[in-house]
């Protein structure tokens, strides 16, 4: 075994070149063409083939270790990480949390292949189907994507929840909440504190989920101004100026839903390593991790203004974020909402009013923006019930044979034997 040599097609083809050369049949001007090497290291190769035979060619440093290998402790210790606190990473995401929390820097692509010797499973991305690439918007403010995200965040420590997410289309910046559920009051909340933290956006684009798209039928007065029926959110927006736009499918808004990808990976791990385990604690760390990411994955944009505007003045934000529900005024001037009666106590000449439902507020009672005063009738007069009458029963004709032996056997009444002479 000892005269068996392990050659690559490299050095294979070297050895043929650097023979010829020494047997003067090439220059080594020409071995170095050949081969695209230095005439230099040519020489060098010569020197080591006559004093070594073949084995001469086979690099030095094969079958030894590199100086700058990992330690055996320090890569068992590594890979322990990886299978414990880091399951589930992916090598990119485990190489900076070792270099974050662990002080050990250790490439990316090094910890790719342990992860594939060793069997540990990550995720990995999927091919993606084709897709017409859409140029992001030039100023900031222009577009935010907007959606929820039903996902197990706190993985088994919290109820399942919804992530609220924005992201701006032309930096991807990154505003998110965690909230019980997608609907009209998580995503007017959600809306509201985006707003008071960057301003009103131009555009907003979403799906088509009930919550942001309307799904009545189009009143009269819809109708004759020739729009659709909206949402609670989307009446919100409209009263703020705000446009939006409904994506036909969810690769159309693709930042938003890369975004959630990348949370539903990133988040829960970080959420993981610090043990959280409710909705309120995610939402204070949200406060933390947001500045952070936002720092490390936002772009540029192509232009320099931001669009976002200002609150205009005199907008009370508390109205304009309500579920409104119009109900018919009784002559007795009586509201009925949510199974409560209220009396109303303004004198005011109208068939219906608006009950409005502010977030975490109280409820209000309008008129053409005013606001009425009511109260609650909390005991209401009961109904007098009358006592039910007996249901009269017909007795059975007398010529049917089945009904009169039903009704003699059940009551126990005689029968007269002329009775059942005439019947027989």
């Not at 790719?112 to 017409?132: C, D, E, M, S």
Request: net charge positive.
């Amino acid at each position: 075994m000892e005269d068996i040599l392990t050659m690559s097609q490299k050095e294979l083809k070297r050895l043929h070149v650097i023979r010829k050369a020494i047997d003067k049949r090439l220059r080594q001007r020409e071995a170095a063409e050949f081969l695209g090497l230095s005439q230099r290291h040519i020489r060098r190769l010569v020197r080591r083939v006559r004093e070594e035979s073949d084995k001469g060619i086979i690099h030095r440093s094969r079958g030894k270790s590199s100086h700058r290998a990992t330690e055996e402790a320090t890569k068992k210790r590594i890979l322990a990480l990886c299978r414990s606190s880091y399951a589930g990473f992916n090598p990119t995401f485990a190489s900076e949390k070792l270099f974050e929390r662990d002080k050990i820097t250790i490439n990316r692509e090094t910890l790719r292949q342990w992860f594939i010797a060793n069997g540990i499973v990550y995720t990995t991305r999927k091919l993606r189907p084709h897709r017409k690439w859409r140029e992001r918007k030039a100023y900031c403010g222009q577009m935010v994507q907007m959606d929820g995200s039903h996902h197990d965040w706190f993985e088994g420590r919290a109820p399942v929840c919804v992530l609220m997410g924005y992201i701006d289309d032309a930096t991807s910046r990154v505003y998110a909440r965690f909230y019980e559920y997608e609907g009209t009051m998580p995503a007017m909340d959600s809306f509201k504190r985006y707003v008071l933290k960057y301003g009103l956006p131009q555009d907003v684009y979403l799906d088509r989920h009930s919550t942001y798209k309307g799904r009545k039928t189009p009143t009269i007065e819809d109708e004759l101004l020739n729009r659709q029926a909206l949402s609670q959110f989307g009446r919100a927006l409209e009263k703020l100026g705000v446009h939006l736009i409904h994506a036909q499918s969810a690769p159309a808004k693709g930042r938003i839903e890369r975004l959630f990808k990348t949370f539903q990976d990133r988040l829960t791990k970080e959420m993981r390593l610090r043990g959280l385990k409710s909705i309120a604690e995610g939402n204070e760390f949200l406060g933390h991790y947001l500045p952070v990411f936002n720092k490390r994955f936002n772009v540029a944009a192509l232009k320099t203004e931001d669009l976002h505007r200002p609150l205009p003045r005199g907008i009370d934000l508390a109205r304009v974020f309500s579920i409104r529900t119009s109900h018919v005024l009784r002559n007795d001037f009586t509201v009925v909402h949510g199974g409560k009666l209220y009396q109303i106590e303004d004198n005011v000449r109208t068939k219906d009013v608006t009950v409005e439902e502010p977030i975490g507020g109280s409820l209000r009672i309008t008129h053409k923006d005013r606001v009425l005063r009511f109260r609650q009738i909390i005991q209401q007069p009961l109904k007098k019930q009358e006592p039910r009458k007996p249901r009269f029963r017909k007795p059975a004709a007398m010529d049917n044979t089945w009904r009169m032996f039903r009704l003699a056997g059940s009551h126990k009444t005689q029968i007269s034997e002329k009775a059942l002479a005439g019947v027989l």
